[in-house]
């Protein structure tokens, strides 16, 4: 059973940082030339949820213009693990952060789109106040 828990959100002030991580378990084993496309996405009150980062099984990232400059994506995959670096945070991140997972192709990208990912997390708070 494919399980994705994230860690590490939390309470911040106006311009600090934060480390998300989303430690998967139970992906089968890969077929040639395939791997986990992942991806961090966000949903606040009353707000729909957004796609905030992805990266490939290549190591390709995609981020959503609002984090560019101030998010940074990246995996382990000897440990299967997927980091979300959030610095600059901004009132305006405070949200849900929830990690997503799909099986996908080497030159394939799932990016920000919800619909493309199989498998989430329950997701980590992250609150930025000013």
């Known amino acids: 059973q494919v399980q994705l828990v994230e860690s590490g959100g939390g309470s911040v002030q106006s311009g600090g940082s934060l480390k998300l991580s989303c430690a998967t378990s139970?992906?089968?084993?890969?077929?040639?030339?395939?791997?986990?496309?992942m991806g961090w996405f966000r949903q606040a009150p009353g707000n729909e949820r957004e796609g905030v980062a992805a990266?490939?099984?290549?190591?390709?990232?995609t981020y959503a213009d609002s984090v560019k400059g101030r998010f940074t994506i990246s995996r382990d995959n000897a440990k299967n693990i997927v980091n979300l670096q959030m610095n600059s945070l901004k009132p305006e991140d405070t949200a849900m952060y929830y990690c997503?997972?799909?099986?996908?192709?080497?030159?394939?990208?799932?990016?920000?789109?919800?619909?493309?990912?199989?498998?989430w997390g329950q997701g980590t708070q992250v609150t930025v106040s000013s």
């Open positions: 990266i490939d099984v290549v190591g390709r990232t």
């Open positions: 139970g992906f089968p084993s890969q077929f040639p030339n395939t791997g986990t496309c």
């Open positions: 997503a997972a799909t099986r996908c192709a080497r030159h394939y990208s799932a990016g920000l789109l919800g619909v493309n990912y199989d498998h």
